[in-house]
């Protein structure tokens, strides 16, 4: 039915995403280890990825406990669902736009990978950014808001672009009303 309304979805849109996405996260790296369900889209993606990829996979039906190597993934999955209301399973909080729904995912990653601690037991623990070695410290709310970061001089990566300048359309909403600001850019 929805088919019918919207048209077909394209079939090669998780293909072309986590391409992508791949390709942003492994720029520069000489090889990764990329650990993963059984999706098959994604051994094809590793094959044309630039560096030299290792590919581990996990059965999405192994237990979802500390010892799982798709932990870290499945912790944030729960996180999003424990502190969005909009991604709780049956609400009537869901997302009415693509767009508000990729932006607070943006929020909640910032918040997740460069100012909460990985445990949450542990006083000062160090964010996932500083166990990387992206970061000496956490950002402090103070730091994060403290300079406006132009896209003019940090540039963006190819498909965040249009979420940046907030083009991204939801196809079941007729009317697609775009809040532009004049005097902000």
């Known amino acids: 039915k929805l088919e019918k309304i919207h048209g077909r979805p394209d079939p090669k849109a998780v293909y072309k995403d986590m391409k992508h996405l791949l390709e942003v996260v492994t720029g520069g790296q000489p090889q990764v280890t990329i650990l993963s369900d059984e999706h098959e889209t994604y051994p094809r993606i590793l094959k044309v990825l630039p560096c030299e990829s290792t590919h581990l996979v996990t059965s999405s039906k192994e237990r979802r406990d500390a010892g799982n190597p798709l932990f870290p993934i499945n912790l944030v999955d729960t996180l999003i669902r424990h502190s969005s209301a909009n991604h709780k399973r ?91 600001l004049i005097y902000a850019m």
């Open 90 to 180: 049956e609400t009537i909080a869901w997302s009415k736009r693509r767009q508000s729904s990729a932006e607070r995912l943006a929020v909640f990653l910032v918040w997740r990978n460069y100012m909460k601690g990985r445990r949450e037991k542990e006083r000062g623990s160090q964010t996932p950014a500083q166990v990387r070695g992206m970061l000496e410290q956490r950002v402090s709310v103070r730091e994060l808001l403290e300079r406006r970061l132009f896209v003019s001089r940090i540039g963006l990566p190819g498909r965040w672009v249009d979420y940046y300048w907030r083009k991204i359309s939801t196809r079941v909403l007729t009317r697609q009303r775009q809040h532009k």
